[in-house]
């Protein structure tokens, strides 16, 4: 089975779970005189979750006929081997830890890292560069941020805050 | 028309508004020719900042400024490195690209950003017409209509998404919706499908959504397969000279400047079609048009090939506004992230916006022939030197790119979740990619759910159950055109494939 309808499968698991959501359990909380009126909160999710299972069917049993491959396509999935998935990878983390470290280690700090961790990530080795670069980086993008659009950013890591 | 035009000069025309269209331009033309940032992208980071200004006016102006940089960035990469940023400039590249090769860069330059120019004015000046009266129409329209309108521009979407395409795109408009569904609504005080999780209360938030549906796919395709990323090598982009045109090219690419402007603009007004169909069909039908010599230049370095798809695009921006500004209906992903924005400014488009804030709209319309004007004769000068974000190596422009992303969604919200939000979306909305499941009607469908269910629960309120589909003539007619939409291509195409099989059986 081709990668589409593996997705559409897992859309429909979810149209499913949200239709069973809206059909089942929404309207137990309703109060009473919610209940006269024409419209209720789950009326809306109700048609959205009929909607979904139709065509996600739809692209699951192959009622319509897939494009004629015209071309390379954008990326190619047969060729996942070549591309550089475990970059990829490890700059999501990189992502996931910036989210999680920005506030304890404060703006400045965590971009820093960020950003030379991701020139690191993609073979940049020339360290003195990259820490320039990425030190440049943040202190100017948190001075555009802060002083510029007057949007706070807590500069610094928590202990040196005051809290 | 005139009192109109008087308020928007007098709005735009002040320092802050005009600081703001030559801002926006640059910006979007710097980070428009990054490969990786397409329009969608740059305006999706720029909303925080457009939203901190608070003047509406001058917020709108700013990101209208940000788009039309962006698009003429795009076709700057198509022209210089053959790497176009956005779909609606690869046409360009068929033509612009040669041109380069046989070291006529600047002349390519000249000729895009002569075509955008006018591309862009006819698209104000059509859009000036048009849409008060459109509005005037608009006004007649009730929940219902606007309900069953919104119905068919979906629909639309879907409808144009390309053959076999058709139930793919209508799926992300339905995940969209259903997406949208999630928080506390507006017309309900109860949070809907929160799971308990408190981050949720508020729904998702739509630049997080944005971000993760366009900039960070693509800035990881850059990562997967270096050869999408490739900047400025040995045949340098930065030897741009010789940016002047012959008389003669200008005699010849005047009149496909004149039909690509109109023709793109009215294919820019249909939801769903935009800048990509556009700039695809005007290098289509000038080349079909063009004498037999001139047909054997095309791909291999004509003005006329740069020019048709050019004007055509920027024409096709112009007309998105149209159902934007009259309807508060988005015809396209771009047109969708400044409903967004709009909404998040407390203005609420649609054909009230032009009697209850005439400054906005004219505003807006004045920024376009501001905004076009500021591209011409600021940035085609500035070009050689914006072309030198170019030669940025990939180890410093990828961490760059996703850092931008991240920072879009938390300066927003000022929330860490959100960022992991962020990059569970964007890993979602990747694999999507890979499986060709079109992202925009996802964040078109997203952004008009909570629209759609106000619309569909007042009609409903109104009419005390779903009679308003037959009662109202005009709203059945709509539905009716939406279901028309959807069935039509693909009923033709089953039949085509029916014929076509039944051949090959006889055979």
Request: proline content about 6%; hydrophobic content about 55%; charged content about 10%.
């Amino acid at each position: 089975m081709a990668i589409d309808r593996w997705i559409a499968l897992v859309i429909l698991m979810l149209c499913l779970a949200y239709g069973y959501a809206a059909y089942f359990t929404m309207d137990g909380l309703l109060p009473p005189i919610m209940k006269q009126r024409p419209i209720w909160p789950s009326t809306f999710p109700k048609v959205l979750a009929v909607g979904g299972i139709l065509m996600s069917l739809s692209i699951l049993l192959n009622l319509e006929k897939p494009p004629a491959k015209d071309g390379p396509a954008d990326i190619n999935l047969s060729r996942l081997g070549d591309y550089n998935v475990g970059q990829a990878l490890m700059l999501l983390g990189l992502m996931v830890a910036y989210a999680l470290l920005l506030r304890p280690f404060g703006f400045l700090a965590a971009t820093f890292l960020f950003l030379s961790g991701g020139s690191f990530i993609l073979g940049e080795r020339r360290f003195l560069l990259m820490a320039v670069v990425s030190a440049i980086a943040a202190g100017f993008i948190w001075y555009l941020v802060d002083a510029v659009l007057g949007i706070f950013l807590s500069p610094l890591p928590f202990f040196l805050n005051g809290g | 028309m005139l009192e109109g035009l008087m308020t928007g000069l007098s709005t735009a025309f002040t320092f802050t508004n005009i600081m703001m269209v030559i801002g926006g331009c640059l910006i979007g033309t710097f980070i428009g020719m990054l490969p990786g940032l397409g329009p969608m992208s740059i305006i999706a980071i720029m909303i925080p900042v457009a939203i901190t200004i608070g003047d509406p006016s001058a917020a709108l102006i700013l990101l209208a400024g940000v788009y039309y940089g962006a698009v003429f960035g795009g076709s700057t990469s198509s022209i210089l490195i053959n790497a176009p940023g956005v779909a609606s400039t690869v046409a360009t590249s068929f033509d612009g690209y040669p041109m380069t090769r046989q070291g006529k860069a600047g002349k390519a330059l000249t000729v895009a950003a002569i075509s955008s120019f006018a591309g862009g004015t006819v698209g104000a000046v059509l859009l000036m017409i048009f849409a008060p009266a459109l509005a005037s129409v608009a006004l007649l329209f009730h929940s219902s209509e606007y309900f069953a309108l919104m119905v068919v521009g979906l629909s639309a979407i879907a409808a144009f998404a390309g053959t076999g395409q058709v139930s793919k795109a209508l799926l992300m408009t339905f995940l969209g919706l259903i997406m949208a569904t999630v928080g506390e609504g507006v017309l309900f005080n109860a949070p809907r499908f929160t799971m308990g999780i408190m981050d949720l209360q508020s729904g998702f938030g739509f630049i997080t959504l944005a971000m993760a549906m366009f900039a960070l796919p693509e800035a990881l395709f850059l990562v997967l397969d270096p050869n999408r990323s490739k900047t400025a090598d040995g045949e340098s982009a930065a030897e741009i000279k010789e940016l002047r045109i012959t008389k003669d090219e200008a005699r010849r690419i005047a009149p496909v400047i004149g039909r690509q402007s109109i023709q793109g603009f009215f294919i820019g007004v249909l939801p769903g079609a935009g800048a990509t169909i556009a700039s695809f069909l005007g290098y289509a039908v000038e080349r079909n048009i063009a004498s037999k010599e001139e047909q054997e230049q095309f791909g291999k370095g004509s003005v006329k090939g740069i020019a048709a798809p050019e004007s055509a695009n920027n024409a096709a921006c112009t007309g998105s506004f149209v159902p934007l500004l009259t309807l508060g209906i988005p015809g396209s992903g771009t047109t969708a992230i400044l409903l967004g924005a709009l909404i998040a400014l407390n203005v609420s488009p649609g054909p009230r916006l032009m009697i209850d804030e005439p400054e906005i709209f004219w505003a807006v319309i004045i920024s376009m022939y501001l905004g076009n004007l500021v591209l011409l004769i600021l940035n085609l000068p500035l070009i050689p030197y914006i072309a030198k974000v170019l030669a940025v190596p990939r180890n410093y422009l990828i961490p760059f790119i996703l850092f931008f992303t991240l920072m879009g969604a938390y300066i927003g919200q000022n929330n860490a979740t959100e960022l992991l939000i962020l990059v569970g979306f964007g890993i979602c909305a990747t694999v999507l990619r890979f499986a060709d499941y079109p992202l925009a009607p996802l964040l078109i469908g997203f952004i008009l759910g909570p629209l759609l269910e106000n619309n569909f629960s007042r009609a409903m309120q109104l009419y005390d159950g779903i009679g308003f589909i037959w009662e109202r003539p005009m709203t059945l007619a709509l539905l009716v055109l939406a279901v028309l939409l959807v069935v039509l291509p693909s009923y033709r195409q089953r039949r085509a494939r029916d014929r076509a099989e039944g051949v090959a059986d006889g055979d």
